[in-house]
């Protein structure tokens, strides 16, 4: 087959790589701790379970609204509405499977051949290879450990230029566990603004901020006609197989992002949207559980991080995973993820999995029971003391 030339400019996410490699390790009879995968360990909710079951048993089983069912739209826009302080209507809300066709549809919808998206380096992958895919060019701002994993405001500033037609932020991140300062946030809104550049702001971490209180960038003024936010159902409510998300957005581009939605799934699982609004209407008491386990489950392993030779981490303020610098081992962070994972028996993510200014990292994430957590560390250890 001859392919489009289009296809070679895609790249991939390599945590679901490696969880194949690890399985394929697992079935030749070796013991993998997987902290490779940005998953959520604890089970669905026993209330949104209930009502999918339900709304099976209602026969919601047939074709929906490609922008999602309007009792599902409703609900999110007023759960966005009081989680951010700001007027958001059903007709802004398009509902995908999983979040990331938000920023799929997001970036076609507003990029063409030769324009410019700005984007977080380290970052989800994902970015940069759909900018790639849809014939943009990737312009990375540098997310560095001495500032916290934020944004070089001065260094966006001069990036800025009249073929940028979309900054994309991610707080809490992916994979640095950063936090874009609320005066961070307030200088790139006014950047937005002042040159009327749409943001794709990714908030799907919202509900893991261990220090400090969220703030979203749809909140200063002049943001929310330019605000693309992208949500979803997987993390806060372990929902990563059910496939659910969501992106608010202007109710023009809503119509766009809907049209892609028609000729690509044509719509989200009904059933699933139906659990979605047991998971945004009822209790909150598991995701509070979760997350402060999450954050009990960080303090232990980055404790034990610093605790082995030539690596040092900074202690992440959201998210789920660990990021530690490893230049201490002189080698590669590809090297090191490599030894970890055939040495070991640990999975864990190469940084340069997140563009390249994430070499000297790995990426871990804590999603994993105490127990595993802390064999990972002992079985780490050896192989950080082969390093040095």
Same mark, same amino acid.
């Not at 549809?105 to 998206?117: C, M, N």
């Given at each position: 087959?001859?392919f489009a030339?289009r296809?070679g400019?895609?790249?991939t996410?390599?945590?679901?790589? #490696?969880?194949?490699?690890?399985?394929?390790?697992?079935? *030749?009879?070796r013991?993998?701790?997987?902290?490779e /995968?940005?998953? +959520?360990d604890?089970?669905?909710?026993?209330?949104?379970?209930d009502?999918?079951?339900q709304?099976?048993?209602?026969?919601?089983?047939?074709?929906?609204?490609?922008a999602?069912?309007?009792?599902?739209r $409703?609900? /999110?826009?007023?759960h966005v509405?009081?989680?951010?302080?700001?007027?958001?209507? +059903?007709?802004? #809300?398009?509902?995908?499977?999983g979040a990331?066709?938000i920023?799929?549809?997001?970036? !076609?919808?507003?990029?063409?051949?030769?324009?410019?998206?700005i984007?977080?380096?380290?970052?989800?992958?994902?970015?940069?290879?759909?900018?790639?895919?849809?014939?943009?060019?990737?312009?990375?701002?540098? !997310?560095? $450990?001495?500032?916290?994993?934020?944004?070089?405001?001065d260094?966006?500033?001069s990036?800025v &230029?009249?073929?940028?037609?979309l /900054? /994309?932020?991610n707080?809490? *991140?992916?994979?640095?566990?950063?936090?874009?300062?609320?005066?961070?946030l307030?200088r790139?809104?006014?950047?937005?603004?002042?040159?009327?550049?749409? #943001?794709?702001?990714d908030e799907?971490?919202?509900?893991?901020?261990?220090?400090?209180?969220?703030? &979203?960038?749809?909140?200063?003024?002049?943001?929310k006609?330019?605000?693309? !936010?992208?949500d979803?159902?997987?993390?806060?409510?372990?929902?990563?197989?059910?496939? !659910?998300g969501?992106?608010?957005?202007?109710?023009?581009?809503?119509?766009?992002?809907t049209?892609?939605?028609?000729n690509?799934a044509?719509?989200?699982?009904?059933?699933? *949207?139906?659990?979605?609004?047991?998971?945004? *209407?009822?209790?909150?008491?598991?995701v509070?559980?979760?997350?402060a $386990?999450?954050?009990?489950?960080?303090?232990?392993?980055?404790?034990?991080l610093?605790?082995?030779?030539?690596?040092?981490?900074?202690?992440?303020?959201?998210?789920?995973?660990a990021?530690?610098?490893?230049?201490?081992?002189?080698?590669?962070?590809?090297?090191?993820?490599?030894?970890?994972?055939?040495?070991?028996? #640990?999975?864990?993510?190469?940084?340069?999995?997140?563009?390249?200014?994430?070499?000297?990292?790995?990426?871990f994430?804590?999603?994993? &029971?105490e127990?595993?957590l802390?064999?990972?560390?002992?079985?780490?250890?050896p192989?950080?003391?082969?390093?040095?």
């Amino acid at each position: 087959m001859n392919f489009a030339p289009r296809m070679g400019r895609l790249g991939t996410e390599s945590a679901f790589e #490696v969880l194949a490699r690890a399985r394929a390790l697992e079935r *030749q009879g070796r013991e993998i701790i997987h902290l490779e /995968i940005g998953e +959520p360990d604890f089970d669905t909710p026993a209330h949104i379970k209930d009502a999918a079951k339900q709304a099976l048993d209602a026969n919601a089983t047939h074709y929906g609204p490609s922008a999602g069912l309007p009792e599902v739209r $409703e609900a /999110i826009a007023k759960h966005v509405g009081e989680t951010r302080g700001i007027d958001v209507t +059903p007709d802004e #809300v398009v509902v995908t499977p999983g979040a990331k066709p938000i920023m799929f549809f997001t970036i !076609l919808a507003l990029t063409g051949a030769g324009d410019e998206v700005i984007y977080p380096n380290p970052g989800f992958p994902i970015y940069e290879s759909v900018i790639n895919f849809a014939g943009g060019v990737p312009v990375p701002i540098p !997310l560095r $450990e001495d500032t916290g994993f934020g944004f070089d405001l001065d260094l966006l500033a001069s990036r800025v &230029s009249p073929k940028t037609k979309l /900054i /994309i932020i991610n707080s809490p *991140q992916n994979p640095t566990g950063g936090v874009l300062e609320r005066s961070q946030l307030e200088r790139i809104a006014r950047i937005a603004v002042e040159r009327q550049i749409p #943001v794709l702001a990714d908030e799907i971490y919202r509900d893991f901020l261990y220090d400090g209180e969220f703030t &979203s960038i749809t909140a200063f003024p002049g943001m929310k006609p330019l605000t693309i !936010l992208l949500d979803g159902f997987s993390k806060s409510y372990a929902m990563t197989g059910w496939r !659910l998300g969501y992106g608010v957005m202007p109710a023009v581009l809503a119509d766009h992002v809907t049209r892609l939605m028609v000729n690509s799934a044509s719509c989200t699982a009904s059933f699933v *949207q139906l659990a979605g609004i047991a998971a945004l *209407q009822g209790d909150r008491t598991p995701v509070a559980r979760m997350v402060a $386990e999450f954050k009990r489950r960080r303090d232990l392993f980055v404790d034990g991080l610093n605790a082995l030779p030539g690596v040092r981490c900074a202690k992440p303020r959201g998210a789920f995973y660990a990021f530690p610098n490893i230049t201490g081992t002189r080698r590669s962070s590809s090297d090191v993820a490599e030894r970890l994972m055939n040495d070991a028996g #640990v999975a864990a993510l190469s940084g340069t999995a997140f563009g390249a200014h994430g070499e000297g990292y790995l990426r871990f994430s804590y999603a994993n &029971s105490e127990a595993n957590l802390r064999k990972a560390l002992d079985r780490m250890r050896p192989v950080f003391d082969a390093l040095r």
